[in-house]
């Protein structure tokens, strides 16, 4: 007996849905892609494993580390994909690399991290995402970001921010100050983790010269809107972190025209742990769970990784953190009601039958079942 | 107002990071009364406080169970947790250290396996690997760390130390400090950006409070 209980054991990270509470994800999920549909996505389907080179380290995504990984007959290492968007990059590389035409996709499926066990992760997620490749432009920025808006909107959430900065901003004032690689990324892992007295201390021992301090600091520095931009512009004598901040404000700008501007904030410390991300970052944020509900950003890089000169620039949602806010809101999720039950006997299972099929054409959905009679077990 | 939640580590620290809070602007008088309650409120000022040991502080954090969190710096290294590290407060001061008996000092110098004990897996796995660039076979002990070389369990041991007099009564001399060491706020990374105005006056004004100490 014990042993078939084992059995019946899931391993840690992944669990089972079913019934109302997994159609709860798919209605959720369904809303969202109706927004990626509105804006002419297509949906794209890439493997669920790949060479492990495509999230290799150049990539700059995972780390190897948290990848499941595992050999084909061949000898081949094998990873189950961690993040979509390289494998996007990779698919899109190879099927329109003579394409100059902007490609717009969306997916959705499972992604895989082989994270540490008991700290009450998920090694199996759902995510949902879209990819705008080959328009480099603050447009395309505009589009993406618009649409995640209009995505998360659509499953009913309406207190939530979407914080957005431009990695341009610290990497040009790391160029401007001259500091080498290893002090750009104990400054990076310090600012992303708000980590200001840090941040301090590591400006004073590596000797960062006094004007640049002060724009560093401003990178913890919350924005609200284009004026704080423009303040911070104003600041800076980079000419390459003075790009990145007109690059927002033309962002500002155009999430106006959208009507989207209450939604968005500018966070200059905000800074990926991949390191594909070569212009603006961002992440959505709601009450009710501990982690983003998005998070996306420019990767300009990464498609000629794979042999495909493209800008391009994407997001996903983590579905189940997704589907936790909007329980801990108190947000309906709309799913459909319980199918209609026809119940039947020996005699009459042919009428019954041509009532179902009726019904079944209409599109409502019916379950038959057997009427219990005396003498049935 | 919206309601923030505070985690504070049970114990001193508690009654340091209290202080502290009082100082600033944000008591808590359920909390000086003696009962079982085991969240505080202040109703007034929109505040709860809830009491934990400290490894579950940065837990809390991190699931946005609390938006902020008090506890030593040798906890958050060590749970590694996704939090916004955003105070270094000042108290609950000590090092982390490698420590054993005075033979056991040569071996630090080579790149030979050692054995450690130590309540602090990841921070000893780091400190050897990463800046001592040794190959290191770690112990979890919970307690009484000091043991391990007495008893022949482990070469040397990582752990906190404040004074070292345990560690000289057992005939153990400090062989290196892998870092300083204190109590630190940190707060949900999805808390700062929706509550960011509640709690940037929260930092600011405790570390006014810092400030006018120092």
């Known amino acids: 007996m014990t042993d078939r209980q084992e059995l019946l054991h899931t391993p840690e990270g992944v669990w089972d849905h079913y019934g109302k509470d997994y159609m709860e994800y798919t209605r959720t999920a369904h809303q969202v892609k109706l927004a990626f549909h509105a804006y002419g996505y297509e949906d794209i389907k890439t493997p669920t494993f790949e060479f492990f080179d495509v999230f290799s380290r150049e990539v700059g995504t995972t ?138 201390d590591l400006l004073k021992d590596r000797n960062v010269a006094e004007i640049y301090r002060d724009q560093i600091m401003r990178i913890t520095g919350f924005m609200r809107d284009g004026k704080d931009l423009e303040e911070a512009r104003e600041k800076t004598s980079s000419r390459r972190a003075q790009a990145a901040l007109e690059r927002l404000l033309d962002l500002d700008r155009l999430l106006e025209d959208y009507g989207f501007e209450k939604y968005v904030s500018y966070d200059l410390s905000l800074l990926s742990r991949y390191q594909y991300y070569t212009g603006i970052l ?80 209409e599109g409502a959905r019916v379950v038959m079942t057997r009427a219990k009679t005396e003498d049935a077990g | 107002m919206e309601e923030l939640t505070i985690a504070l580590t049970k114990g001193r620290l508690a009654e340091k990071s209290m202080k502290l809070l009082t100082k600033a602007g944000y008591p808590c008088r359920e909390m000086e009364e003696d009962s079982r309650k085991l969240i505080f409120r202040n109703d007034a000022l929109a505040l709860s406080f809830f009491l934990s040991k400290g490894p579950d502080v940065p837990t809390y954090v991190e699931y946005g169970a609390a938006d902020i969190g008090i506890t030593g710096s040798d906890i958050i290294m060590e749970e590694n947790r996704r939090a916004y590290e955003v105070l270094d407060l000042g108290f609950g001061k000590c090092r982390m250290c490698v420590a054993g008996p ?84 940190i707060v949900n990374q999805v808390s700062m950006q929706m509550k960011t105005d509640r709690i940037l006056e929260l930092i600011g004004r405790v570390r006014d409070v810092l400030e006018e100490k120092a």
């Open chain 2, 102 to 185: 005075e033979s056991a000092r040569q071996l630090l110098e080579h790149h030979e396996m050692i054995r450690v004990a130590s309540k602090y897996p990841n921070i000893a796995r780091e400190y050897f690997q990463n800046r001592r660039h040794q190959t290191v076979d770690i112990i979890k002990l919970n307690g009484s760390v000091e043991l391990g070389p007495i008893v022949q369990l482990s070469d040397v041991i990582v752990d906190i130390v404040e004074t070292g007099s345990t560690l000289r009564e057992n005939g153990l001399t400090v062989l290196d400090t892998v870092c300083d060491l204190s109590a630190r706020m």
């Open chain 1, 282 to 361: 961002f992440k959505g944020y709601t009450y009710g769970v501990g982690e983003p509900i998005a998070s996306g950003g420019r990767y300009d890089g990464l498609l000629a990784h794979f042999g495909k000169d493209a800008p391009a620039v994407g997001f996903m949602i983590p579905l189940d953190t997704m589907v936790e806010a909007l329980r801990a809101q108190h947000i309906p999720i709309k799913v459909p009601e319980g199918p209609t039950v026809l119940t039947y006997t020996e005699e009459d299972f042919a009428k019954v039958l041509q009532k179902a099929k009726a019904l079944r054409a």
């Open chain 1, 63 to 200: 780390p190897s580390r948290e990848l499941y990984k595992f050999f084909d007959r061949e000898g081949n290492t094998l990873v189950l994909r961690p993040d979509f968007t390289p494998s996007v990059a990779r698919c899109a590389a190879k099927y329109f690399r003579e394409s100059s035409e902007p490609l717009r996709f969306c997916y959705e499926g499972s992604a895989f991290q082989n994270t540490a066990n008991l700290q009450g992760k998920l090694h199996e997620s759902t995510e949902l995402g879209a990819e705008l490749i080959g328009d480099g432009t603050a447009a395309g920025d505009a589009e993406v970001i618009a649409m995640l808006i209009d995505g998360i909107l659509k499953t009913g959430l309406t207190k939530f921010q979407i914080s957005v900065g431009n990695v341009e901003y610290f990497k040009g004032i790391c160029e401007a100050a001259g500091l080498d690689a290893d002090t750009e990324r104990d400054l990076r892992d310090a600012l992303s983790g708000k980590n200001y007295f840090k941040v301090q």
